[in-house]
């Protein structure tokens, strides 16, 4: 069995639990049961320390220029715009070009694509879910269809799988998404099992 690499990235006022619940599933999945360790779990941003929403410092383990290759690269959500309508947080990475350039340098090399809440916001203005399905927190779905008529956008679901592109709702959605992928690549026995263990509940 492989150890896959997950990327997780990171931005300044990233919704804690974004990217936070995914780090946590994948990092335990399997450790229980399998012999091997199923993924090596990582942090990488475009600089070298965050600071999440409420004030959470983060120092990633990577920036975008010494990260390893990633199998699995997972874009979390968070933010929006202050009073005076400037953007934060997710609105403002999803018009980053460097953001996002390497989201589409990350789409050509890895096996698998995720996104939490307003994550498809990014992944939507780098081109990368026009002909697919996609959701995000349900207060930004007008925001992900404005970026594109030629995205799909789903309303009421947890999350929507595309095969290589997977996304999920807001917040606490990205968990089980999580837990959808470790049951997908490692079989919904391993995944029901990592969700007993977290005491969560998960039905594959």
Known sequence: MMTRSVAVFLFDEVEVL???GPYEVFSVAGLRTLPQKP???FT???KSSI?????????PDY????MPKADIVLIPGGGGFTSDGVAFGSRREMNNPVVLEWAK???TQAELLLSVCTGAL??????????????????ALDSLRAISTEI??????????NGTVILSAGVSAGIDMSYYVVSKLLGAEIATEAARYAQYDYWP
């Open 51 to 59: 600071v999440a929403r409420n004030g959470l410092k983060v120092t």
């Open 44 to 46: 990488v941003a475009e």
């Open 122 to 139: 990014i992944l939507g203005q780098a081109g990368l879910l026009n002909g697919l399905k996609a959701t995000t927190h349900f207060m």
């Open 39 to 41: 993924f090596d779990v």
């Open 63 to 66: 920036t975008f220029d010494t």
């Open 18 to 20: 974004d990217f936070a």
């Open 152 to 161: 799909e956008v789903v309303e009421k679901v947890r999350y929507v799988d």
């Open 105 to 107: 340098k990350q789409a």
